[in-house]
């Protein structure tokens, strides 16, 4: 029975990749560097060659016969080159080497994992890994910056690679599916995440996958431990209860995989997995610091309506701030109604009043002034606002004017307001010319008359 792998697909991990790819059209990109490969001519096979023991059918019959296992449980007709690893830990890989001639199917298994892991539990380390293959997350890997000069985790733009992170955990989401599908066993593959997560073995540890999976409801009511949210898998206890609930759903039974009792339907599932990750994201939960961004998001907002002239480069310093110190999503938390401003901003500032400390006020008024200086001025209507919201917030008028004035000598007036003009007007005369509707038009019609 064939497998459709887009209805086996978490669906957030695809409406990440459809906005990566429409948002910020990399497949020009990700094209380029595939050909750039190409034209190399070398890749992963050489450094195999050299740091790893290729696996033929004689030396390994075992890996083959479970990697055959693997392949007709999903459907997949692939012949493989298998490399043993030496290292420590439980893992492996599957990738697709891309060359001029041919495109190698790679498949490596550490020393380790061979040792350690049952042949179902291996089963499902490969089948995780062919999932990557399977979704092509593999492809996105590309957008990962080599350049140590780059600080940047990518060569996406912030709010890019914040969206790039986010998709990262929701693939694994997608693979651990594929990893149930090639086990058809849920608790193998719950079995080998644990092994491969934390090395332990039955006689040290009591595999009691429920109770593993019972965490998950500790940290519903814990969410500030969630913060090592950049961290490319989603943690243990929400990626074992996201198997857990495939493995009873619609789409497991769909593809073959043996589901007891009555399924999940589809919406079900998926809200319930939704849930899950949710659980992953950076967003401030203490109701200081969640003030703390309300008074910036807020703020930052009634600072953008001070003039009616709203510039790109205001707009983009308060998203880049909300992004950089508070949440992956910074325009769910930008509010454009006047009115709700009025109504939600003096809640914020008074929380942050009464528990936040100095240092948090100084920061909300300099993270404001930030917005205040990025069109290039500093409107009057910008730092009666700021010094308003200093007054709010109990902070002498001394501080609040050194603040300002600080910030000016520290970032400076970010936009160059006669350069932009400059731009514009050059976009203008360039625009009119592909029209052909430059200054040298009338003038070449009356030569050709």
């Known amino acids: 029975m064939a497998i459709d792998w887009n209805d086996i ?33 070398q890749g992963i096979r050489e450094r195999l060659l050299k740091e790893g023991i ?47 001639e041919i495109t190698y199917s790679l498949v490596g298994v ?39 000069a780059n600080p940047s985790v990518t060569v996406l733009p912030a709010l890019g690679e914040s969206l790039y992170l986010r998709w990262r955990k929701k693939a694994e989401i997608s693979a651990d599916r594929v990893s149930v599908l ?33 965490q998950v409801d500790e940290i519903r009511g814990r969410p500030e431990l969630m913060e090592e949210v950049f961290a490319s898998h989603p943690l243990l206890p929400i990626r074992l209860k996201a198997v857990e609930l495939f493995s009873r ?69 308060l998203v880049q701030i909300l992004h950089k ?16 401003i009025a109504a939600k901003l003096p809640a914020a500032l008074d929380e942050v009043r009464k528990e936040g400390s100095l240092d948090d ?10 917005v205040a200086l990025a069109d290039g001025a500093l409107m009057d209507a910008e730092s009666t606002i700021i010094l308003d919201l200093a007054k709010q917030l109990e902070v002498p008028s001394k501080i609040a004017y050194s603040i300002i004035v600080g910030s000016a000598q520290s970032i400076g007036f970010r936009t160059d307001v006669k350069l932009n003009r400059m731009a514009e007007d050059i976009r203008r005369s360039m625009t009119l010319g592909i029209r052909g509707e430059g200054p040298g038009k009338k003038e070449s019609e009356s030569r050709s008359k």
């Open 9 to 41: 697909r978490y669906r957030g991990d695809a409406r990440d990749v459809e906005e990566l790819m429409s948002t910020y059209r990399v497949a020009d990109y990700l094209a380029t560097f595939e050909e750039n490969r190409r034209q190399l001519d």
């Open 54 to 100: 290729r696996l033929s059918e004689r030396l390994s019959p075992r890996i083959y016969r479970i990697f055959g296992d693997v392949s007709r449980a999903l459907g997949l007709e692939m012949q493989a080159e298998v490399f043993c690893l030496p290292s420590p830990d439980i893992n492996a890989f599957a990738i697709l080497d891309v060359r001029k």
């Open 110 to 148: 550490t020393a380790r994992a061979l040792e350690k892991l049952e042949d179902a539990e291996l089963r499902s380390i490969l089948g995780h890994e062919l999932g990557h293959i399977l979704f092509q997350n593999n492809r996105l890997a590309a957008l990962i910056s080599t350049d140590a």
């Open 182 to 214: 090639a086990s058809r066993d849920y608790r193998a593959t719950a079995t080998a995440l644990l092994k491969a997560t934390f090395g332990l073995s039955e006689r040290n540890l009591n595999l009691d996958i429920e109770a593993l999976v019972n």
């Open 249 to 317: 759903s619609s789409k497991a039974a769909r593809a073959g995989y043996p589901v007891d009792g009555a399924p999940l339907g589809d919406d079900e599932f998926e809200d319930a997995v939704d849930e899950l990750v949710k659980l992953t994201r950076r967003y401030p939960f203490q109701p200081v610091h969640l003030a703390i961004m309300r008074a910036v998001a807020l703020g930052g907002a009634q600072l953008l309506a001070a003039d009616r002239d709203v510039s790109d480069e205001e707009v983009k310093i």
């Open 325 to 340: 110190w508070f949440t992956d999503e910074p325009e769910s938390e930008i509010v454009t109604d006047r009115g709700e």
């Open 361 to 370: 006020k100084v920061f909300i008024l300099t993270r404001l002034t930030d």
